[in-house]
């Protein structure tokens, strides 16, 4: 019999000090990491396993997690990365035919810890008020003084360094090697979607390990280079910024997302900065600045690029998106380089495909290169 089956206890510690007890669904344990909530209403497989939420424990406003069950060709990368989950109504009873786990067994296998049954919109409003803070799932510790002692020993996301711990820890290929479109990728925990989307559009791809150098990434001579996603804070990724300005003065077009964007701007000299709570859902809305045309995107990301530094660099910097809930940059190219990134995710697996133009606009850049 299953925990949910149960309905054994789990409690929730946060590092402002508030306890939660809920029921425990998934693997008997305790996990730990930066608390943070996804507005996304679909797609829960896809953020399980979305590299960059790797170290986090995630909060879910959608009602019901589960009611769809789990799929193998849904999954962004080969585990779950989440730290844990939080929602509202955990289930096993599914209602798509082509499922192939409920998701009871799929946190059994992939050791994923959850705890459900508590006001989840409370939980929402007081990290929204209170911003990201560390917090300690358990199910099989319930006292209070003692979840406190281990969540002191979490460590801030603040100065965390994770990509290199998501990244792959090979290169391999992907696409047909008869393309006459090759990119150079740096796996700061990629998304396997946004793989897809670049070969879709006709790239072979070689990707590369995150603390890869620039005589590695040439040897496959590529036409151009891309950044990914990832977890962490780019702040303590010297050896990407270092690779980036290398590859910048190469002069071939360059393409980052998410993580990948603000390695890009600190490799511009721009510095990053840790957001109070950050933005992660399928429902954000963004200014196209080039276009005035507004994109309703995915998003997942707890730092950002500094306004000020960029709007002080417009000579070399130009913002091309905003973030229209406050005013925030998701986008910018080099003036004098072949270089644009954005801080959301145009292949939106999952959500609205409203920027995958972004990823057109790459293979045009390479092409007229």
């Known amino acids: 019999m299953s925990t949910s089956e149960k309905e054994n206890k789990a409690c929730l ?11 425990a669904a998934g693997k008997v344990g305790t996990a730990t990491g930066e608390i943070c909530f996804n507005t996304g ?73 959850c705890i459900h049954g508590i006001d989840t919109r409370m939980l929402v409003r ?29 460590p801030s996301m603040e100065g965390l360094e994770l990509a290199s ?31 897809n989307c670049l070969v879709e559009r006709g790239a072979y791809l070689k990707v590369f390990p995150a603390k890869t150098g620039i005589e590695e990434l040439n040897a496959f001579n590529p036409d151009g280079y891309f950044l990914s996603n990832g977890p962490g804070d780019p702040a303590p990724m010297d050896y990407a910024v270092a690779t980036v300005k290398e590859l910048l003065k190469t002069d071939k077009p360059m393409f980052g997302i998410c993580l990948g964007h603000q390695i890009l701007a600190r490799a511009l000299d721009v510095p990053t900065y840790k957001m109070h709570h950050g933005h992660r859902g399928i429902n954000h809305p963004v200014k196209n600045i080039l276009t005035g045309f507004c994109e309703i995107t ?9 306004p000020e530094v960029v709007r002080a660099k417009s000579d070399q910097i130009e913002i091309t998106h905003m973030n229209l809930n406050d005013d925030t940059i998701e986008g910018i190219r080099t003036a004098n380089k072949k270089a644009f990134s954005v801080q959301f995710h145009p292949e939106a697996n999952p959500g609205p495909h409203d920027s995958r133009y972004l990823f057109d606009d790459f293979i045009k850049l390479i092409k007229e290169a």
């Open 165 to 195: 711990k998501v990244s792959t820890t090979e290169a391999y290929t992907l696409g047909d090697e008869n393309s006459e479109i090759r990119i150079s990728v740096l796996d700061f925990g990629t998304k396997q979607n946004i793989l």
């Open 126 to 154: 007081q990290v929204r008020d209170k911003g990201a803070m560390n917090c300690i799932i358990s199910s099989e510790i319930m006292d209070k003084e003692e979840l406190a002692k281990m969540l002191a020993e979490v």
């Open 41 to 113: 209403m679909t797609g829960y497989q896809e953020v399980f396993t979305d590299p960059s939420y790797f170290g986090q424990v995630l909060l879910t406003t959608n009602a019901h997690i589960g009611n769809y069950g789990t799929k193998e060709q849904d999954n962004e990368s080969e585990k779950v990365q989440i730290s844990g989950l939080i929602c509202k109504n955990f289930t096993n009873k599914y209602s798509r035919s082509m499922a192939d786990t409920a998701i009871e067994d799929y946190f059994q296998k992939q050791n994923i810890t």
């Open 298 to 306: 995915t998003q997942n990301h707890g730092f950002g690029v500094d």
């Open 13 to 23: 510690l946060l590092a402002d000090g508030s306890f939660f007890v809920g029921k």
